[in-house]
């Protein structure tokens, strides 16, 4: 039997190897166009930034190892040209010349190339990608050579790491990107504590903007953008999206979507005969059902390695699941981790949700170096978890890693409130983040609790009294125009004052953090009163208007 796999490091790579388990005598040929089969790209960014020092860590086996470890024929620099599927083989373009390759099945693994939007002098030399090692030992020179100016364009998750890489060398920064905020699977009112950070470590932020032209100059590149900021350009970083490397494949008549390779859970194409995994495939997604190419490690990784075994008619082999997109990103100081659905993708696929805001501590407050844990979740009506993400300085991984967990398992937000999970003052609180998700959630659902959302703030302004039931310190730092300021410890003897000022509107509660007005709108609900909660406070409000806040929040709450 003749295996024949296109393209290495995740998907394809894995697939070789896990076949390989299951037949000894299979011939396993791999292609790779490239020069290296098996590298460390998820590290790439450190070896610019230097933190990586040699590119050969980032190569984790060659030809001559997995040929020695596995027994795998594999074939760098070849280059798949075209694909016959009713004759089972592949034109293929060799270091020597064309040569023609049969196959008894086909693992297409091609994976994804940096995409070229439609921007003038984009062909100049100092523009890089960031996908290859390659890629990351020329920058890496450009950063050691004297180069001093950089720009990224796109601030994705490969954006923001090569950003802070390039200021990390040394370099002045400026980061680009299209859309209004930067990392835009990530919440907006998480994004703007991205910004703020990047912003920290000196790295200019230019979002909902985009490139416009690059003019090559003699002893630098002039980036301009089309709300008309110009700054030069030493190095050029272009970070704005992949594009599913499939040319061949489509042209072979396999049905793709988007121009990614669509698959069933077993990793089968359209194709008798021929699987797909990693960046160039596309399927289902875990909580929309809508379908999206996943460019991750970790999904590639697997599903290759469930490919084999269907390839091998193995009994027991499990489907390739939907994924949920968990990832996880340093930025500075701080790190940034999602998984499952945003707002965009719950709005387009018609889900309705509730949004939970909660902004912990990521371990005792009582131990020293406590700090907020911000923290975004989505639950549906009938209490799935359907998104979370989070950003702080520790512990955001962990906690992202056990939602992505419970949502895989199929535990509901309540279910989260009864998780054993571990708990050290350096570490945690004995109420965790992930078990108060579960708290509040299950408040919501049961209607002891009923929140109103910062994106609401001038309607409840004009229908509502809005009380704010922070200390008077608090609120003399800053408070909504024309609220009324009762401490949540005052507001059973003042209930009079909250009746004489709503003049039977309703009341909008806040707080710093979601804590003392959840206390205050049990107080008002069973005194009668029309209440809701602001969901994550004052925190959640600042984190929503980011730099336009001063005009929201005045001192002492007087009139703007």
């Given at each position: 039997m003749r295996i024949v796999i296109v393209g290495g490091v995740a998907a394809g790579m894995s697939a070789a190897a896990r076949a390989r388990r299951h037949d000894e005598t299979a011939e396993i040929v791999v292609l790779e166009r490239g020069p290296e089969v098996s590298f460390a790209n998820c590290g790439l960014p450190y070896h610019v930034s230097g933190e990586i020092a040699d590119a050969a860590s980032l190569l984790l086996h060659t030809p001559a190892s997995l040929r020695a470890a596995l027994n795998l024929d594999v074939r760098t620099h070849h280059e798949v040209l075209a694909l016959d599927t009713e004759a089972r083989t592949l034109t293929v373009q060799t270091p020597t010349g064309l040569d023609t390759l049969e196959y008894d099945a086909l693992v297409l693994a091609?994976?994804?190339?940096?995409?070229?939007?439609?921007?003038?002098?984009?062909?100049?030399?100092?523009v890089h990608t960031l996908r290859t090692v390659a890629d990351a030992v020329a920058l890496r020179e450009r950063v050691t050579g004297g180069d001093r100016r950089a720009v990224v364009l796109g601030a994705g998750f490969i954006g923001l790491e090569a950003a802070e890489a390039l200021r990390h060398a040394g370099l002045e920064v400026d980061l680009v990107e299209r859309a209004d905020h930067v990392l835009p699977p990530l919440e907006r009112e998480l994004a703007s504590l991205v910004r703020d950070e990047l912003t920290g470590l000196g790295i200019r932020v230019h979002d909902g903007a985009a490139a416009l032209r690059i003019t090559p100059g003699a002893d630098a590149d002039v980036v301009e953008l089309d709300d008309g900021a110009r700054f030069p350009a030493d190095v050029i970083v272009l970070s704005v999206g992949v594009t599913p490397d499939t040319g061949f494949a489509q042209a072979a008549g396999i049905r793709t979507l988007r121009g990614a390779i669509a698959v069933d859970d077993r990793g089968r194409t359209s194709a008798a005969g021929v699987w797909a995994a990693g960046d160039a495939t596309v399927r289902p997604t875990a909580v929309t059902g809508v379908s999206a190419p996943v460019a991750l490690a970790g999904p590639a990784n697997r599903a290759g390695r469930l490919v084999a075994d269907d390839i091998f008619g193995i009994a027991d082999a499990r489907p390739v699941p939907a994924s949920l997109g968990t990832a996880v990103v340093r930025v500075g100081a701080l790190t940034a981790a999602l998984t499952g659905a945003n707002r965009d993708a719950l709005d387009a696929a018609g889900i309705?949700?509730?949004?939970?805001?909660?902004h912990p501590n990521q371990h005792a407050g009582y131990f020293p170096g406590a700090l907020p844990l911000h923290l975004v979740v989505h639950v549906a009506a009938d209490g799935r978890l359907l998104g979370a993400q989070a950003v702080g300085t520790e512990g955001v991984d962990k906690r992202i890693d056990v939602l992505a967990t419970a949502m895989r398992a199929g535990l509901t937000a309540a279910d989260l409130i009864d998780l054993d999970l571990a708990y050290a003052p350096p570490y945690g609180q004995a109420k965790d983040a992930v078990n108060l998700v579960g708290?509040?959630?299950?408040?919501?659902?049961?209607?002891?609790?009923r929140l109103w959302y910062a994106d609401q703030l001038e309607e409840v302004r004009a229908e509502a009294l809005v009380l704010d039931v922070r200390s008077a310190t608090e609120?003399?730092?800053?408070g909504i125009p024309g609220s009324l300021n009762i401490p949540h410890n005052e507001l059973r003897d003042r209930l009079d004052e909250v009746r004489e000022a709503a003049d039977g509107r309703p009341v909008r509660v806040l707080c710093a953090a979601g804590v003392r007005s959840n206390i205050a709108h049990r107080i008002l609900v069973n005194n009668g009163f029309d209440s809701a909660s602001l969901s994550g406070g004052i925190q959640t409000l600042r984190h929503w208007y980011g730099a336009d806040v001063d005009r929201i929040l005045t001192p002492e709450g007087a009139p703007a």
């Open positions: 091609p994976g994804a190339v940096a995409a070229r939007p439609p921007i003038d002098g984009l062909d100049s030399a100092r309705a949700y509730r949004t939970l805001h909660l708290m509040v959630a299950e408040n919501v659902a049961a209607g002891r609790l609120f003399a730092g800053g």
